[in-house]
T-cell receptor
Framework: AQSVTQPDIHITVSEGASLELRCNYS??????LFWYVQSPGQGLQLLLK??????LVQGIKGFEAEFKRSQSSFNLRKPSVHWSDAAEYFC???????????FGAGTTVTVRA | NAGVTQTPKFQVLKTGQSMTLQCAQD?????MSWYRQDPGMGLRLIHY???????DQGEVPNGYNVSRSTTEDFPLRLLSAAPSQTSVYFC???????????FGQGTRLTVV
């Protein structure tokens, strides 16, 4: 079965600074990989996904993520953070022969002025 | 443009009561699922369905029942509520295996 680790529980970043959120997965083959964002009191919204092909994936709101097979990682980045990026971010992994998604515990991002 | 609709948004139950959380999607998605979200634990899969009449257990199924009589609806039943079921519950749907999952707004359930 697949699993996901998000090592950082909470990150504080200044507005305008860059952001990187870490995600490591465990799966025996090439997985499907996702990043979701959850604003307070809201459901989850998909930021980006990786299925195959180019390992650098562009998403919405200026986010990108890079799949590194050798490191079993799928880290999320944004060059310049806006106050509206304050939220909780979840990495998720899916197996190619299964419907189920496994989610990490989440990383809460605080943006300071 | 409804997407995935969950009702109610908030609910308080007494220990031992039963209730049903409703989930409906209007995107003709074959796959639907229920998650619970608890602080520091991410989302954990309770039950899922790959089509009408087909359901299966996820990671944390105990105390919950589901059924899928139509493509659109996937209700989650709490048989006898316990304080450990206090959580935020999310319903999600997707078109096929591991395409994007669309989430509802969640139901915040408190069991006292």
């Amino acid at each position: 079965a697949q699993s996901v680790t998000q090592p950082d529980i909470h990150i504080t970043v200044s507005e305008g600074a860059s952001l990187e959120l870490r995600c490591n997965y465990s799966y025996g083959a090439t997985p499907y990989l996702f990043w979701y964002v959850q604003s307070p009191g809201q459901g989850l919204q998909l930021l980006l996904k990786y299925f195959s092909g180019d390992t650098l994936v562009q998403g919405i709101k200026g986010f990108e993520a890079e799949f590194k097979r050798s490191q079993s990682s799928f880290n999320l980045r944004k060059p310049s953070v806006h106050w509206s990026d304050a939220a909780e971010y979840f990495c998720a992994v899916g197996a190619r022969d299964d419907y189920k998604l496994s989610f990490g515990a989440g990383t809460t991002v605080t943006v300071r002025a | 443009n409804a997407g995935v609709t969950q009702t109610p948004k908030f609910q308080v139950l007494k220990t031992g009561q039963s209730m049903t959380l409703q989930c409906a999607q209007d995107m003709n998605h074959e796959y639907m699922s229920w998650y619970r979200q608890d602080p520091g634990m991410g989302l954990r899969l309770i039950h899922y369905s790959v089509g009408a009449g087909i359901t299966d257990q996820g990671e944390v199924p105990n105390g919950y029942n589901v059924s899928r009589s139509t493509t659109e609806d996937f209700p989650l039943r709490l048989l006898s509520a316990a304080p450990s079921q206090t959580s935020v519950y999310f319903c999600a749907s997707s078109y096929t295996r591991n395409t994007e999952a669309f989430f509802g707004q969640g139901t915040r359930l408190t069991v006292v």
